[in-house]
């Protein structure tokens, strides 16, 4: 099963401000999904996209995916002390399934 | 979005001992459900897909013995670790999936074996 790997580990900005998290892969893939985590809670699903599509939007989410460069890339526009979380990128176990493999995350911080 | 509970959130227990953990899908219908545990600032590792009323399938290194997988209906599934030792301490999440591709996460719940 291949894994995403999400950089940077860390990131931590002030409200307001935007905040870009990536995410590598290595095989090919059909779509790819993007998680939120509150600290000691479960997953909240945030967006899926699929090989096709190269940008996908959701209110403050941007989501880009570049399948030649095998990237993808979640942008938080104008983040919130509330955006405050662990945010995973997910690509399919194996062939076309849905079924996610999860990266390590990027912990974000936003001040207030 | 579909609501998945998880019972207990937190549970401490004794080396030796099984701890049983619920996992139920409140408005919707899993037809498969996901176990995964998480150590602390790590990746989440499937463990296990179960569908109702069939065997689990497990991960390639998670023991099927030690953790025993029950999707006895649409539901409801549930992981019990038998013989817990405290390297069996960890975060345990589990999702369900209806019918299209969305995965529902439950809140987690948090073993600590002592």
Redesign the interface.
Known sequence: SQ?GEEDPQALSIQEGENATMNCSYKTSIN?LQW?RQNS??????LI?IRSNEREKHSGRLRVTLDTSKKSSSLLITASRAADTASY?CATP?SGGS????????T?LIVHP | ?AV?S?HPSWVICKSGTSVKIECRSLDFQATTM?WYRQFP????M?MA?SNEGSKATYEQGVEKDKFLINHASLTLSTLTVTSAHPEDSS?Y?C?G?GQG????????T?LTVT
């Open positions: 894994q779509n998680y000691g809670r479960g997953l909240v699903h899926l995973f176990q849905y079924i996610p493999t999860f990266g390590r995350g912990s | 979005g998945v998880q996901f600032k790590q990746s989440l499937l897909t975060f999440i999702s999936k591709y969305e995965q529902y996460f439950g809140p987690g948090r």
